[in-house]
Every structure is written in C-alpha cells, then in structure tokens.
C-alpha cells in the first residue's frame, strides 16, 4: 500500500523524494571509521544517532533519513570509539568531594567516556555520580565502580571494607551487592594470603569479576588459578618474570627481606621464558592485566622532570594537589643509586608488556589517576599511557584496543562498546590524524560524542576553561 502510494508521488513529481519521518538525534557524515578490531578504515561513512545508541550505519549520507536535530559533517575525520581509562580513583576525604566532582568534565574533554573506578574512600559520591552521569544530569564519563575494596584490618587506605574471618568477608560482599557494585576490587596491605584467596574464589562464586593487587608470597599463577580477573599494576608481572621469584617470595615472607629491598634484586633476575611461562597461565585463564605504567614513569623521572610546570595544575583544586606530595617526597629522598635503579626497573617493566601480549594476556589502560598518585591527570594520562604502551613495543592497533575493547571485554561489556555499528553505544571521539598510524594521534582530538551530546572543539576547550575556573575559586 505504502509502495504503491511513494511511487503515485513519485509520478507526479519530477525529483522522488521521500521525507523522513523517523527521528535522530545526531547525525554524522562523510567520517572515516577507524574499526579497532580489524585496523581497517572505512571511509565515507555515516551515523544516525538516538537516544545515544548508533541506530544506523551507512557508506551513504543519512542526512536526509531522518528529522535530524543535529547534523555534524566530520569531514573526513577519523572517528573511533570513545577511550575507557579502567583505573581511576576519587578520593581523599570528603572535603575533596567537589574537587573529586569536577575532574569529570576534563575527562569527557580529553576524549575519555568511560573510566573504571578502582576504590577508594568516595564510594558513596561515586556510586551517585555514576547514576548522574547516566541520566544526563552530570557531564562526564561512563563509571563503573567497585564500590569499596575488601582489606584486612588496618589497612593502609581508607574507606576499605576490613576484614579478618571468612563471615566478615561474606558480609562485606553482601554490602557490595547491596551497593550494586559493577566489580569487585581486593588488595593485601592488611589482608592474610589465605584470607585473599578464599575472597577470590568467594566472589567469583558469586558471579562478580575481581581484580586487585597481588600478596607477595603468593604467585600470579596462584591468584590468577584461583580465578583473578585482573591484575592491577605491572609490577606483579615483573616480579613474576624473575627466575627466582619463589624464593624471594619466601624471603620476603620470612622477614629475611624488605618488600623494597627485593625489588633490585627482582629486577636483575628478569627471564624472558620464565615471563612467557608465566604470562601463558594467565592468558590461559582470562587474567588480565592493567599496567598502569605512567606512575611509575613519572615517580622513575621525577628528578628530570618535577612537573612544576605542567599546565594540568591549573585544572585541580588545591586539596587534590596537595595529596600529590607524599609520594613526591619519597622519591626525593632517594640516593642516586637508587634513582638509577627506578629508572632500570621502569624500563624493565616496560619491556615486558610485549611478552604479555606475545602471550595472549589481554592488556587493559589504565592510569590511576586521581588523588594521591603525583602527576597522573584525569583524561590526559590515559594518552600518555598509550604512548608508553606504544614506546615500548605495541603496535598502535593494539594500543588502541587496551583502551577501547579489553575495558568492554573485563566488565562483560563487548555487546555493548567497542565498534561503531548498529545497535552499540554511541561514544564516539573525533580525531584529525589517524591513529593507526601513531598512536600519539588520540591526543589530536577535535570533538566528542558522549551520553548523546556531541562536544566541538570549543565545547571541549570550554569544558578545561570551566575547570580551571573553579579550581581557582
Ligand atoms: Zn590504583
């Protein structure tokens, strides 16, 4: 009925057009689509937009599809799917609420839609952002938490859920499944090996992914066959590739050595086929990685450089800065034999991500941004990140994938992210070089979709500008 009734009009008329009825939001046009799963790049392509989830792809223009509120012409421009940094924190008590509050915007600025939150003591403010954001009455990433991290009593941090038996343990978890937490994070400053392993298994058995530090007596291929997801830190990776890790696991256990005094000694022991060894457990059993790689990089440098005059200070509150010096004063007090070994070992480190990609362990970005760790600004640290991952051996595809697929792939994710096709959702960045080429070219970033808004280059230099603006009040 309807076909019969266009081609009547198209009778009459000497041009056929037929108008749209359906709505989109956004539509782009004429963008080259970088595919971070294949390293193809589709040119010419076109997206419609609702509801912020892609509804239609075509390598024909949409424009005239729909009743578009919005139309962008990328222009040839390189458009890809939004970066996920999965290690950030919010913290430091709760007079650095607002402080905490404003980094979101600057991620959103820098290219960044989702960030993982990796606990600290906001929970509760993040838990609400977190809705926020979903419900556009927040501008910022995507965030999923975990909500407080299981320790033993008296840990180091704040805001942990201590525990000491398997019943305070199992009450823990219950209050994280009442906080409707999206993973489960686990560290060991205070916590029994034995304890840690029970909790991994416990919440696995639950259905939550896990991830977290590691206890030094314990081995990766403990943890990670006792069902670890991730593993946060690198530093866990380089231990493990030390041929004679047991044995300084024991000593460290016993007493006999420092955790800081084995370090040196782990770093001359490296063995690549011990890494390999290694790194095949974990790939075999789906225990991933998150290197976080750029705090080490700029505590190892922090004599060359003491980022004084970083143009990312103007973005934070005082508060949050302040929580930059303790770690800062550390490294200051190291001898110069100590500062050549942080260098060493930063680069040994480094080295071994090739071996873990070489192994099939997945690679996930991440940064630790936020409070405490100097330096690591929320958005752009993620890039710098990459640039790491990129220096040291990765290629830019598998660089890019650490920050846009293996996210989606720990949170069980993937149906959802990670391409630009029907049906995913729409956070899209805007690049004006291509980044398959180098990945420094995420860093060339002119526009944003996220949570159904699209960002132009002002909108994102509006959104440092306001930042900075109330940092300074
Ligand atoms: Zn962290």
Redesign the pocket.
């Known amino acids: 009925m309807k076909y019969t009734l266009l081609l009547s009009t198209c009778l009459l008329l000497s041009a056929c057009v037929t108008k749209p009825t359906e709505h989109a939001d956004i539509v782009i046009s004429n963008a080259t689509i970088v595919d971070v799963k294949t390293g193809e790049l589709n040119k010419e392509q076109s997206l419609a937009i609702r509801d912020g989830v892609i509804i239609e792809r075509s390598s024909h223009s949409l424009k005239n599809n729909y009743i578009v509120e919005q139309h962008i012409d990328a222009n040839d421009q390189f458009i890809m799917p939004g970066l996920w940094d999965m290690?950030v924190?919010f913290g430091g008590g709760k007079e650095l609420i607002a402080e905490n509050k404003q980094l979101l915007p600057l991620y959103i600025a820098y290219g960044i839609t989702t960030v993982r939150d990796?606990?600290a003591d906001l929970s509760e403010s993040v838990l609400s952002w977190r809705e926020q954001v979903n419900n556009n009455q927040l501008v910022g990433p995507t965030i999923y938490t975990s909500g407080p991290k299981l320790e033993g009593k008296d840990s180091i941090w704040p805001g942990d859920l201590e525990v000491e038996t398997v019943e305070e343990m199992n009450a823990a978890i219950d209050s994280l499944d009442e906080m409707n937490v999206d993973f489960i994070k686990i560290t060991d400053s205070a916590l029994t090996p034995a304890l840690y392993l029970k909790a991994v298994k416990e919440v696995k058995k639950r259905g939550y992914q896990i991830s977290g530090h590691i206890p030094f007596s314990l081995s990766v291929t403990d943890v990670s066959n006792a069902g670890l997801d991730a593993i946060?830190?690198m530093t866990y990776l380089l231990k493990a590739a030390a041929i004679n890790e047991p044995e300084i696991s024991k000593k460290v256990a016993s007493g006999e050595l420092s955790y800081r005094s084995a370090l040196p000694i782990i770093t001359e022991n490296i063995d690549k086929k011990t890494a390999l060894s290694k790194y095949a457990v974990l790939a075999n059993n789906n225990t991933a990685v998150v290197p976080?790689l750029i705090g080490g990089q700029v505590i190892a440098y922090i004599d060359e450089d003491n980022h004084q005059n970083d143009e990312f200070l103007n973005y934070l509150g005082e508060g949050l800065k302040a929580t930059y010096q303790w770690r800062v004063d550390r490294a200051n007090k190291d001898t110069p034999e100590q500062i050549k070994q942080r260098k060493e070992r930063f680069i040994k480190t480094a080295q071994l991500l090739v071996l873990a990609q070489q192994a099939g362990v997945s690679i996930i970005a991440g940064t630790?941004a936020?409070f405490l760790?100097s330096y690591i600004y929320p958005g752009i640290s993620l890039h710098q990140e990459l640039a790491i991952f990129s220096d040291y051996g990765l290629t830019p595809l598998q660089t890019l994938q650490s920050a846009t697929l293996a996210g989606p792939k720990f949170l069980g994710k993937s149906e959802q992210f990670g391409e630009l096709s029907k049906g995913k959702t729409a956070d899209i960045i805007f690049l004006s070089d291509n980044p398959l080429i180098d990945v420094r070219n995420t860093q060339k970033l002119t526009g944003v979709v996220s949570h159904n808004r699209y960002y132009d280059q002002a909108d994102l230099a509006q959104l440092k500008a306001q930042a900075k603006q109330l940092a300074n009040n």
């Open positions: 290690h924190h990796a606990a946060e830190h976080t630790d936020g760790n």
